[in-house]
C-alpha cells in the first residue's frame, strides 16, 4: 500500500530561524512528489514539484530535496516568517496509469515572533 | 476569476438530506479534481475530470457520491443522504493540461466547502 508519512507532526521555531521538514514514501513506481503549504482555513498552495531526475529545487526561501533511492525528501525553510506558520503537505504521485496521489498528514509548523 | 472558487464556504445539513457543492475552476484549465480533508489529515483523492468526463472516480467512497462537469468548466459534487462522517472540507483544484495527477502541472486549490452533517 502507498504510503506517505511526514515528520516531525509538529514544530515550533523562532522567527529566523531555520527547519527542515521531512517526508518519507513507499510509493512506486515514482512520478513526482510535491511539497504544498496550507494556511488555516485556505486550500493548498504549491510549493515545488520534482520529478525522478531532479534532486533539488528552490522557491525563495524553501528549498526541497529529493532521494529517489531512499524515497527520502525533505523541506527547507530559510530565515523564517511569522507567515510560514501552516501546515506543510508532501504528496507522491504514481507513475504508469493510476492518478490516485498519496498524501501526506502535513507538519504543523507555528512560528514564533 | 483570478483563481478556483467554492461555494458555498460552509454547509450545515441534516443527516440524511442532499447536498451539492460547486467549483469554478480556473478559467481555461482543463483539469479539476476533488479531494476531502478531515479534521487533521491531508487531503484524499475523490475524483478526476479531464474536460467533462471523469477520468478517475476511483477515491468516491461509495455511490451517495457523484460528480458532474457537463460543459468543462463547472463542477458540482453531489452527496445523497448524507451521513455524520461525511463531514469534511471539500477541496476542488483545477490545472492547466489534462495529463493526469501524475503530470507535473501545478494544481490550484479552491478555499475549500467545510461541510457539518449534524
Known amino acids: 500500500k502507498n504510503q506517505v508519512e511526514q515528520s516531525p507532526q509538529s514544530l515550533i521555531i523562532l522567527e529566523g530561524k531555520n527547519c527542515t521538514l521531512q517526508c518519507n514514501y513507499t510509493v512506486s513506481p515514482f512520478s513526482n512528489l510535491r511539497w504544498y503549504k496550507q494556511d488555516t482555513g485556505r486550500g493548498p498552495v504549491s510549493l515545488t514539484i520534482?520529478?525522478?531526475?531532479?534532486n533539488t529545487k528552490s522557491n525563495g526561501r524553501y528549498t526541497a530535496t529529493l532521494d529517489a533511492d531512499t524515497k527520502q525528501s525533505s523541506l527547507h525553510i530559510t530565515a523564517s516568517q511569522l507567515s510560514d506558520s501552516a501546515s506543510y503537505i508532501c504528496?507522491?504521485?504514481?507513475?504508469?496509469?493510476?492518478?490516485?496521489?498519496?498524501f501526506g498528514r502535513g507538519t504543523s509548523l507555528i512560528v514564533h515572533p | 476569476g483570478a483563481g478556483v472558487s467554492q461555494t458555498p464556504s460552509n454547509k450545515v445539513t441534516e443527516k440524511g438530506k442532499y447536498v451539492e457543492l460547486r467549483c469554478d475552476p480556473i478559467s481555461g484549465h482543463t483539469a479539476l479534481y476533488w479531494y476531502r480533508q478531515s479534521l487533521g489529515q491531508g487531503p484524499e483523492f475523490l475524483i478526476y475530470f479531464q474536460g467533462t468526463g471523469a477520468a478517475d472516480d476511483s477515491g468516491l467512497p461509495n455511490d451517495r457520491f457523484f460528480a458532474v462537469r457537463p460543459e468543462g468548466s463547472v463542477s458540482t459534487l453531489k452527496i445523497q443522504r448524507t451521513e455524520r462522517g461525511d463531514s469534511a472540507v471539500y477541496l476542488c483544484a483545477s490545472s492547466l493540461r489534462a495529463g493526469g495527477l501524475t503530470s507535473t502541472d501545478t494544481q490550484y486549490f479552491g478555499p475549500g466547502t467545510r461541510l457539518t452533517v449534524l
Open positions: 520534482m520529478t525522478f531526475s531532479e
Open positions: 504528496v507522491v504521485s504514481e507513475s504508469g496509469g493510476s492518478y490516485i496521489p498519496t
